[in-house]
């Protein structure tokens, strides 16, 4: 059930009892609002974080990136982007804690969470992730998660129809962006999953697959980046599992890497979907909410509150 706010957003009142109470970490770090690919105002976003008894709402807008993609936030609205979270942060601040941050692409030579060009730009915390995987013979780049299509097509024209080799450089990506350029944290870490259902194109509990991903974690644990457990692929119907998937938060207890929660909502509809369940998974796998932890790079003390390990 909704009711309209506005001229065209919608609230859910059926979160208004604050379904989200009872959670031990209220909170999401990564959503998307009109400022890049999302459908919703930061502010609509807010009073739903709110309804759904959040105690902290971070917001992960795609940073700009140096050439035309239709989901990245155009370098333009950067400024507006900031100020209008800082001034909704001030005036929400009684109420609920808003945190302002980016999803940043990495792109080995064109861009990562540490380019120069965000230089000057100061949030308060920042996604890593990879969704370009190396580049077609004229030069166009590889989104993995364009569709189903498209990432078969990248398979066969950039990686000789090898998905290993495919996989092996998406997580050599990750592991490179983690040492080299500090995200907070990393988004979707186990994303080549997600046209995988059925492992149509390759098995999770594979040697090589295996051995890519513990690599990765070993890197992503010298570092003092987290990683989120995400919800929107299965909210949006993509995978049957979270980001990543449950062996692999394992791994994360097992290395020390503290893991965040994060909806990937682009809509205030799916603003907390599958979190309560992905509490409840952290906690049948052993993680614990809440860790001290010193960091000497960036603490990020805030985080470590909404943190798992
Ligand atoms: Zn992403
Ligand atoms: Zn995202």
């Known amino acids: 059930?909704?009711?309209?706010?506005?001229?065209?957003?919608?609230?859910?009142?059926?979160?208004?009892?604050?379904?989200?109470?009872?959670?031990?970490?209220?909170?999401?770090?990564?959503?998307?609002?009109?400022?890049?690919?999302?459908?919703?105002?930061?502010?609509?976003?807010?009073?739903?974080?709110?309804?759904?008894?959040?105690?902290?709402?971070?917001?992960?807008?795609?940073?700009?990136?140096?050439?035309?993609?239709?989901?990245?936030?155009?370098?333009?609205?950067?400024p507006h982007y900031l100020a209008c979270l800082r001034t909704l942060a001030i005036e929400y601040s009684r109420r609920i804690d808003v945190r302002i941050g980016m999803e940043f692409d990495y792109i080995p030579e064109i861009t990562s969470p540490a380019h120069p060009w965000f230089g000057s730009v100061s949030c308060d915390y920042r996604i890593g992730s990879v969704h370009f995987c190396g580049r077609y013979p004229n030069g166009r780049h590889w989104a993995i998660d364009a569709s189903e299509e498209e990432f078969r097509r990248g398979v066969e024209e950039i990686y000789g129809g090898s998905v290993r080799r495919a996989v092996e450089v998406y997580y050599e990506l990750v592991s490179a962006m983690a040492r080299h350029f500090h995200p907070d944290i990393i988004g979707h870490f186990d994303y080549p999953k997600l046209y995988n259902r059925d492992d149509r194109f390759f098995r999770e509990c594979d040697a090589w697959y295996i051995m890519c991903v513990d690599r990765s974690l070993q890197s992503i644990a010298s570092t003092d980046a987290r990683i989120e457990l995400n919800t929107g692929g299965v909210t949006r119907g993509r995978t049957d599992e979270q980001y990543p998937s449950a062996w692999i938060l394992e791994r994360c207890k097992h290395y020390g890497i503290p893991v965040t929660l994060g909806s990937d909502a682009h809509s205030v509809l799916t603003l907390t979907t599958g979190l309560p369940e992905a509490e409840t998974l952290l906690e049948s796998l052993g993680l614990r909410p809440g860790i001290e932890r010193v960091s000497s790079h960036r603490p990020l003390r805030w985080l470590e509150r909404y943190s798992w390990l």
């Not at 970490?25 to 609002?33: D, E, G, K």
């Open 1 to 78: 059930m909704y009711i309209a706010s506005g001229s065209h957003d919608c609230l859910r009142i059926n979160d208004a009892v604050g379904i989200v109470n009872w959670m031990k970490t209220p909170a999401t770090f990564h959503t998307h609002s009109i400022y890049c690919d999302g459908q919703d105002t930061p502010r609509t976003f807010i009073d739903q974080a709110i309804l759904s008894g959040l105690d902290m709402l971070g917001f992960s807008s795609h940073a700009p990136i140096p050439f035309p993609v239709r989901w990245a936030m155009p370098r333009e609205k950067l």
